[in-house]
């Protein structure tokens, strides 16, 4: 089970995952599977109290420009959040006092590490890794003295005390999975033995010298994965403020439906292409063991969510499951005719993209191989366009033109592989509303059909979309 950030924003939530989900839960386990310490057995995995890791970038942005009353002021918050919590969770008094000591601890370090970094003025990809890994230390023994003050027996680990092994790419490390599986599997598998409950922070893990590292922005999905592979669990379960994976964005379409199973897949497709909720990387661990992901709303018990699986039964005349969009994107162009027929072309781009540390989303050329266009991120446009121009313009290519605010949409679903006249469908829809495509990609596995539009055309574009393929109707 992971728990995102908001399912543990205050003592009353986090009372509730430990009453109502975690000792329930074990509750229904041992009704199903016997009193066996060795049949209940669950995992939970926690990312940081919701905003924190969002203000502990801050204060590593403050410490580059030399704010240290900001940064004061930023941690200081953060200090009398988690005091304050721990104070007034467990009913028992000495839990409240062991963990009073365990989260003085913490923030003890965190403000030597800080000392440090801001006597230095300097913040180095594996500092940033270290102050950010604070937020996830901080919830997870708090989690756990919960647990425990309902008589769950538990104990509270690190990503790298529970033997999580990444490479050294601070900021977005990848596991090590055998080194990871046999270390995982050491550590994990006699606590459940005992039935006690892992809690282990999410998002975090360390590299083969100890140095702690971070899996990227949610994370903690990652974490949870990585587990469930290592000990063959039979089931993950995302815990967030959602119901579930949706057939587009209920901000912007309000008649979205949850969905009731997708595949594994569809659910990467929408994970690629800005559905929120799920780690891009989330579904690689647990691929070839079949292992199932449910997404459930930990403030709405009733609602099963939705189930991530190998072979889904559900929807299957549908030939589309969901339409999402990705916002805060730019298009670049790079146009020459230099590039026609000139092998490596493409390759010198990217590689001059990659060496700056410039992720594309989405690519597209055209035969006459005279231009490829790109979509990056926005805050990467300025450091895409300045490293092509010094690397490549005025030899390579001969232009290059942005195009500032857009959006990629993307229509998402295994029926679409081999069905005719998908993309006349989409593309009569989005026309009809007026909307003008810019730039079309589908890959060869027919899963998905992206295209870009200028960003305030993004929602009337999904909008069309989700009503062309009745996606409103999806669960009758």
């Not at 994976?245 to 901000?251: G, I, Q």
């Not at 079949?290 to 609602?303: A, D, K, S, T």
Request: contains cysteine; hydrophobic residues 40%; negative net charge.
């Amino acid at each position: 089970m992971k728990f995102g950030g908001n399912a543990v924003a205050d003592v009353e939530r986090i009372r509730h995952v430990a009453r109502d989900i975690v000792k329930q839960m074990q509750k229904k386990r041992e009704e199903k599977k016997g009193n066996d310490p060795a049949s209940n057995q669950i995992v939970v995995v926690v990312s940081a109290i919701k905003g924190v890791t969002d203000d502990l970038i801050k204060v590593c942005d403050s410490i580059m420009g030399g704010e240290c009353s900001r940064v004061d002021s930023i941690i200081h918050s953060i200090e009398e959040r988690h005091r304050s919590i721990a104070s007034n969770l467990c009913n028992d008094g000495s839990y409240t006092s062991e963990l009073s000591s365990i989260i003085d601890a913490l923030i003890k370090e965190m403000n030597d590490l800080l000392k440090g970094m801001m006597l230095l003025n300097e913040v180095t990809p594996r500092s940033r890794d270290y102050l950010l890994s604070f937020g996830e230390r901080l919830i997870a023994p708090m989690l756990c003295y919960a647990l425990k003050d309902v008589g769950v027996e538990a104990e509270h680990l690190t990503g790298k005390d529970a033997g999580i092994v990444t490479d050294s790419n601070y900021g977005d490390a990848r596991p090590l999975m055998d080194t990871t599986r046999l270390r995982v599997r050491h550590k994990i598998m006699p606590m459940l033995e005992h039935g006690v409950v892992p809690v282990v922070t999410g998002f975090i893990g360390s590299d083969q010298h100890g140095n702690i590292t971070t899996l990227g922005r949610g994370g903690s999905d990652y974490t949870a994965t990585i587990i469930a592979s290592c000990i063959d669990a039979d089931e993950v379960m995302l815990w967030t403020d959602v119901d579930g994976l949706m057939t587009a964005d209920p901000k912007i379409v309000k008649d979205a439906q949850v969905l009731r199973e997708v595949s594994y897949a569809e659910a990467m497709e929408m994970a690629l292409f800005g559905a929120k909720y799920l780690h891009p990387r989330a579904l690689e661990p647990i691929l070839d063991k079949g292992i199932p992901i449910r997404i459930r709303n930990v403030f709405n018990l009733e609602c099963q969510g939705t189930t991530i699986m190998k072979s889904p039964t559900a929807y299957p005349s549908k030939i589309v499951k969901a339409v999402t969009a990705i916002r805060n994107v730019s298009l670049i162009d790079v146009r020459g005719s230099s590039m026609v027929g000139s092998p490596g072309t493409a390759g010198r781009i990217f590689n001059v993209l990659g060496e700056h540390r410039i992720n594309i989303i989405m690519i597209s050329q055209g035969p006459s191989e005279s231009s490829i266009s790109m979509v990056v991120r926005k805050s990467d446009l300025d450091k895409a366009v300045n490293a092509l121009e010094l690397n490549l313009l005025g030899r390579l290519i001969k232009g290059i033109n942005v195009t500032d605010d857009v959006a990629i949409i993307a229509v998402v679903g295994a029926g679409m592989r081999g069905t005719k006249g998908v993309a006349a469908r989409v593309f009569k829809a989005v026309a009809d509303r007026g909307i003008n495509v810019i730039m079309i990609a589908q890959g060869s596995s027919e899963l998905n059909l992206a295209f870009v539009v200028e960003d305030r055309y993004a929602e009337g574009a999904v909008k069309a979309l989700h009503d062309e393929f009745e996606l409103d109707r999806i669960n009758q």
